[in-house]
């Protein structure tokens, strides 16, 4: 089992820079594709960006592309996402989700086994 908390939400504004942390525990995240997804009210979960277990692949939804970066510490056990130039439309839950699969690239949710409780994100005008 692996457990995933997530952490560095908040409200901020227009053009400024959160960067959101993914801690794991239970087991050693190195072995997994992580991902980043999020809901915004009233849609679905969407695919963020994730990242193969080593870092040297990364994909990213076209929404965030140039303005998000996903990163990994695997001796850190942490996955963390870099998010700048946010928007109101970035307003979401994050979640950070785990897949076995260690070269995985899916932007389905149905491939990540283990999931966070999310952190809430805002942007405002």
């Known amino acids: 089992q692996v457990q995933l908390v997530e952490s560095g939400g908040g409200s901020v504004q227009v053009g400024d820079s959160l960067r959101l942390s993914c801690a794991a525990s239970?087991?050693?995240?190195?072995?997994?594709?992580m991902g980043w997804f999020r809901q915004a009210p009233g849609k679905e979960r969407e695919f963020v960006a994730c990242?193969?277990?080593?870092?040297?692949?990364?994909y990213y939804a076209d929404s965030v592309k140039g303005r998000f970066t996903i990163s990994r510490d695997n001796a850190k056990n942490t996955v963390y996402l870099q998010m700048n130039s946010l928007n109101p439309e970035d307003t979401a839950v994050y979640y950070c989700?785990?897949?076995?699969?260690?070269?995985?690239?899916?932007?389905?949710?149905?491939?990540?086994?283990?999931w966070g409780q999310g952190t809430q994100v805002t942007v405002s005008s």
């Open positions: 989700a785990a897949d076995a699969v260690m070269s995985g690239s899916s932007r389905s949710e149905s491939a990540y086994e283990y």
């Open positions: 239970g087991r050693t995240l190195s072995s997994y594709t």
């Open positions: 990242i193969n277990w080593n870092g040297r692949n990364r």
